[in-house]
């Protein structure tokens, strides 16, 4: 297989409590009542304060994306869009970069490592990438929590790398190899 004719990713993904699917204009309502929370913005690069205009202008953006490029899905959970989640697809690299947000009234519950995980098994089983990486801003701890049960390793910490909203942060990357992901699915599986 080149870089050029990797498979499609599956539309639609079940996930034990979610259900990852396309994105529609219809969901533009949804994401507001989420992505208007200024916590659950806290780390992501979305204006402030978020309106509704900017939910229909992120909506059409994931709509818009360009799947050779950058994969994304609608969390949807009891008949709601409550977040999604997104492969970035470096196919020089053989790489590809996870992203995803969740509603604020769900975290905790295990929703998103379910999804995301789910996510990275499609990934590794069906295109032919060496690795799955993450960024995260050191201080968003929820996020790196998570990557670390998806059992990914703590490859680097880029110091004072991106001004946000004022706030000087580091960030934060991780990395599972394919050959990690096996063992780890291998272990699940058994
Ligand atoms: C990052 C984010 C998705 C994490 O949310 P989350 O609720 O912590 O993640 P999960 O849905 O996987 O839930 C895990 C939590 O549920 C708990 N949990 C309960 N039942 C669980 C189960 N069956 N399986 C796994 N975890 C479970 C875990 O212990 C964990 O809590 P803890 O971290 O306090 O120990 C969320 O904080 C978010 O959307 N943030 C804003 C957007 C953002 O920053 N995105 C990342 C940019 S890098």
Request: some cysteine.
């Amino acid at each position: 297989m080149t870089a050029g004719d990797w498979p499609p990713l599956p539309e639609a993904i079940p996930t034990p409590r979610s259900l990852l699917r396309p994105f529609s204009v219809a969901d533009a309502d949804d994401v507001y009542v989420y992505r208007r929370d200024p916590e659950i913005v806290q780390f992501l690069p979305v204006s402030q304060p978020f309106e509704r205009a900017d939910a229909d202008h992120f909506v059409a953006t994931q709509v818009l994306a360009d799947p050779r490029e950058r994969c994304v899905w609608a969390l949807e959970h009891e008949g709601h869009v409550v977040g999604g989640v997104s492969l970035r697809i470096a196919r020089q690299q053989l790489r590809a970069e996870i992203g995803y947000e969740l509603a604020r009234w769900l975290w905790g519950r295990g929703i998103m490592t379910e999804a995301v995980s789910d996510l990275v098994d499609i990934a590794f089983r069906r295109l032919p990438i060496l690795k799955v990486s993450a960024t995260a801003a050191a201080p968003n701890v929820r996020s790196t929590r998570l990557l670390q049960r998806l059992g990914m390793q703590r490859e680097a910490l880029l110091r004072r790398h991106w001004v946000h909203r004022g706030r000087i942060l580091d960030e934060l990357r991780y990395g599972l190899l394919r050959e990690e992901w096996e063992r780890n699915d291998i272990a699940n599986s058994g």
